[in-house]
């Protein structure tokens, strides 16, 4: 039924299923459904046979099923939210994060996270003021300006209310975006760079796992804390593959994607909200105060408009210089 994209891909795992997908409004355009197709482990399906799915529904190159052929559609005998909360809840340390009495604000973007995560949270004894906590189809896609007036309200909620942090989720509940308690905004690197120091002073001998393009601070983070950085590719399934093997302690991503592969190998923004919380817990500092161990990161990005018929060229010319 309707439930966040984490909790989906947690109850293909759990029910052992053969694979699985989701269907969404895209939060991007307005027009578009996404549907988003998942392997045996809760991961992106590999490019592969995603394309290989793709050709044929453009191509319509399938065949078509009668209707006595056609399967029947069933939802598990198990409760589904009461079987992600449990899992959560086992893979933190409880007591912990309730001997921190946090008070949180959590804008849930009008999300389904928002019949779930709520339970989550009191059953750690967190103080939650709730944004945007109902679900709303009409406010899923957000276009930038929208996106920054939203971080910009939960940053003067924040402050006023003299909370400990502001948590943003996205409508599918997978990325994280963050504020302190002066109502400083952090996105992009330098919010990797936040987790990754809380993960390197949490954990010993920590493995941080980045897409190539990270920013080079956090491999400077990594010699501070003796920890090892591993480079990934930049899409989601190899990002994903590799935050499974073991060893690795955190997979991060400058979207605000973060992976915590002990509970699944997949963006969970929940679980990576109710982790951030947890190290803040054990480490015993503010938000803040982390920030203020970020190195400068200096880094320009811009895009490029490519015509579909130069793609052949560009690459192959970049390969030969």
Request: net charge negative.
């Given at each position: 039924?309707?439930?966040p994209?984490?909790?989906?891909r947690?109850?293909?795992k759990?029910?052992?299923?053969?694979?699985?997908?989701?269907?969404?409004?895209s939060p991007y355009?307005?027009e578009?459904?996404?549907?988003?197709f998942?392997d045996?482990?809760g991961?992106?399906l590999?490019?592969?046979?995603?394309?290989?799915?793709e050709?044929?529904?453009f191509?319509e190159?399938?065949?078509?099923?009668?209707s006595a052929?056609?399967?029947e559609?069933?939802?598990?005998?198990?409760?589904?939210?009461?079987?992600?909360?449990?899992?959560?809840?086992?893979?933190?340390?409880?007591?912990?994060?309730r001997?921190?009495n946090?008070?949180?604000?959590?804008d849930?973007?009008?999300?389904?996270?928002?019949q779930?995560?709520p339970?989550?949270?009191?059953?750690?004894?967190?103080?939650?003021?709730?944004?945007n906590a109902?679900?709303d189809?009409?406010?899923?896609?957000?276009?930038k300006?929208?996106f920054?007036?939203?971080?910009?309200?939960?940053?003067?909620i924040?402050?006023?209310?003299?909370?400990?942090l502001?948590?943003m989720?996205d409508?599918?509940?997978?990325k994280?975006?963050?504020?302190?308690?002066?109502?400083?905004i952090?996105?992009?690197?330098?919010e990797?760079a936040?987790?990754?120091?809380?993960?390197?002073?949490?954990e010993k001998n920590?493995?941080?796992?980045?897409?190539?393009?990270?920013?080079?601070?956090?491999?400077?983070?990594?010699r501070k804390y003796?920890?090892?950085?591993?480079?990934?590719?930049t899409?989601?399934r190899?990002?994903?593959?590799?935050?499974s093997?073991?060893?690795?302690?955190?997979l991060?991503?400058?979207l605000g994607?973060?992976?915590?592969?002990?509970?699944q190998?997949?963006?969970d923004?929940m679980?990576?909200s109710?982790k951030?919380?947890?190290?803040?817990?054990k480490?015993?500092?503010r938000?803040?105060?982390?920030?203020?161990?970020?190195?400068?990161?200096?880094?320009?990005?811009?895009?490029i408009?490519?015509p579909?018929?130069?793609?052949?060229?560009v690459?192959r010319?970049?390969?030969?210089?």
């Amino acid at each position: 039924e309707m439930v966040p994209i984490p909790v989906t891909r947690f109850e293909l795992k759990a029910l052992k299923s053969r694979g699985g997908f989701h269907v969404r409004k895209s939060p991007y355009d307005n027009e578009v459904i996404d549907i988003k197709f998942f392997d045996d482990n809760g991961m992106d399906l590999a490019s592969a046979p995603e394309k290989k799915i793709e050709r044929l529904f453009f191509g319509e190159d399938f065949k078509r099923m009668v209707s006595a052929e056609i399967g029947e559609l069933s939802f598990p005998f198990h409760r589904v939210a009461e079987s992600y909360k449990e899992g959560v809840l086992n893979s933190v340390k409880i007591d912990v994060v309730r001997s921190a009495n946090f008070k949180v604000v959590v804008d849930y973007a009008y999300s389904s996270a928002s019949q779930i995560f709520p339970s989550i949270l009191g059953e750690l004894g967190i103080d939650v003021i709730a944004l945007n906590a109902h679900i709303d189809e009409t406010k899923i896609t957000k276009n930038k300006m929208m996106f920054e007036k939203s971080l910009s309200q939960l940053s003067q909620i924040v402050k006023s209310l003299e909370a400990d942090l502001g948590i943003m989720l996205d409508t599918g509940a997978e990325k994280i975006f963050l504020c302190d308690e002066k109502g400083a905004i952090f996105e992009g690197d330098f919010e990797l760079a936040i987790l990754t120091i809380l993960a390197c002073r949490t954990e010993k001998n920590a493995q941080i796992a980045v897409p190539v393009k990270a920013s080079r601070v956090i491999d400077e983070i990594a010699r501070k804390y003796m920890a090892r950085v591993v480079r990934t590719k930049t899409n989601s399934r190899d990002m994903m593959e590799v935050s499974s093997q073991p060893g690795i302690t955190l997979l991060g991503e400058s979207l605000g994607g973060f992976i915590f592969p002990e509970f699944q190998p997949a963006f969970d923004a929940m679980f990576a909200s109710i982790k951030l919380l947890e190290m803040l817990a054990k480490t015993g500092v503010r938000l803040s105060e982390i920030a203020q161990e970020v190195p400068k990161i200096s880094m320009v990005c811009r895009d490029i408009s490519c015509p579909p018929e130069m793609k052949g060229k560009v690459l192959r010319t970049i390969v030969e210089e």
